[in-house]
């Protein structure tokens, strides 16, 4: 698992602004703190899947204390340390019971797309999964 920095900031008058120096561009803001950094672990997740998805290379985590002492972060509020998954997680078999009807379309359409029926399996729940945490965090 690996641990990156997200920096909180606020301004008078707004949310708490999240941001990651290691992702630019990553950002998210919640009304509290708390809110602010359970949205930073939903939207850190979101954004290391799609880097991981167009073939991107995760950078290394910078160290706290070059965070701090860049100037860029001096007005920093807090700052968080927001774990993420491994990027390789393992792999476990499961046992599940579908209708036979389904199966043979999941089978039917993963064949189409040149996919195992685990491999569709696993692609068509990693995309509700993800759709639902876009809808929560807009």
Known sequence: MANYIAIVHKEANTD?????????GCVTAGQSIDEAKDFAQEVLTLHIHGMLEDGDKLPTPSKLENIMANEDYAEAVAYLVVSVPDVKPRTVRVNIT?????????????????????????????NAIQSKHLQVSI
């Open 16 to 24: 708490f602004g999240v941001s990651f120096p290691d992702f630019i």
């Open 98 to 126: 579908v209708p036979e009807i389904t199966l043979q379309q999941i089978d039917a359409t993963a064949k189409k797309r040149g996919m195992s029926r685990s491999s569709f399996l696993v692609h068509a729940a990693q």
